[in-house]
């Protein structure tokens, strides 16, 4: 079935490290990418997202390419701050009612 | 632009007791959905509707559960006889089905504990 891997965390950097979370996915079809981030005490939020093989999204700082000869969505960073700990959820979406299949997860831990 | 509501934020009930949540999605989006998440995991589908119909429920979604949105607006989610493995935290999102494949919005989600 579908489904989404991500690395495993917590990942700790220091400010202004660049960071890469890694997602693959495994989908029938053509699905779209998610990014989705949860702050400590919020909800999900959409961070970027692309449709389409080669697609880059981009919100925030944040990058990430829609790569289907790797079946690859890694998130990128050039320069963290404190301000971006949080949970990161990679997620697909192959079907006409949209639903999200989401990884695990990975938590970001940015220290001053 | 008000967001997606949740009610209650919290929930604690005894084991085989009913519980119900609501949600209330952005006005004009037509889809919505129902997650659970456990803590450590990502989201898992549950169910979705389209205006008020139910178009896909997962096999994750038992007996025990049932899901409505009786006017297409509001939704409510309803566990009976609760059990451990029901704690969780239940989320509710939201979307509009204008254009191809249109982000979901997020409420807040209910965090329910079995005693």
């Known amino acids: 079935g579908d489904s989404v891997t991500q690395m495993e965390g917590p990942v700790t950097l220091s400010e202004e490290a660049f960071l890469t979370i890694n997602c693959t996915y495994t989908?029938?079809?053509?699905?779209?990418l998610f990014w989705y981030v949860q702050y400590p005490g919020e909800g999900l939020q959409l961070l970027l997202k692309?449709?389409?093989?080669?697609d880059k999204g981009s919100n925030k700082g944040f990058e990430a390419t829609y790569r289907k000869e790797t079946t690859s969505f890694h998130l990128e960073k050039g320069s963290v701050q404190v301000s971006d700990s949080a949970v990161y959820f990679c997620?697909?979406?192959?079907?006409?009612?949209?639903?999200?299949?989401f990884g695990q997860g990975t938590e970001l831990s940015v220290k001053p | 632009d008000t967001g997606v509501s949740q009610n209650p934020r919290h929930k604690i009930t005894k084991r085989g007791q009913n519980v119900t949540f609501r949600c209330d999605p952005i006005?004009?989006?037509?889809?919505l959905y129902w997650y659970r998440q456990t803590l450590g995991q990502g989201p898992e589908f549950l169910t979705y509707?389209?205006?008020?119909?139910?178009?896909?429920k997962s096999r994750l979604l038992s007996d025990r559960f049932s899901a409505e949105r009786p006017k297409g607006s509001f939704s409510t989610l309803e566990i009976q006889r609760t059990e451990q493995g029901d704690s969780a935290m239940y989320l509710c999102?939201?979307?509009?089905?204008?254009?191809?494949?249109?982000?979901?919005?997020f409420g807040d989600g209910t965090r329910l504990s079995i005693l």
């Open positions: 509707f389209q205006n008020e119909a139910q178009l896909e």
């Open positions: 692309a449709t389409k093989a080669d």
């Open positions: 997620a697909l979406s192959v079907s006409l009612g949209g639903k999200l299949i």
């Open positions: 989908a029938t079809g053509y699905p779209s």
């Open positions: 999102a939201s979307s509009s089905t204008a254009g191809f494949n249109q982000p979901q919005h």
């Open positions: 006005s004009e989006h037509n889809r």
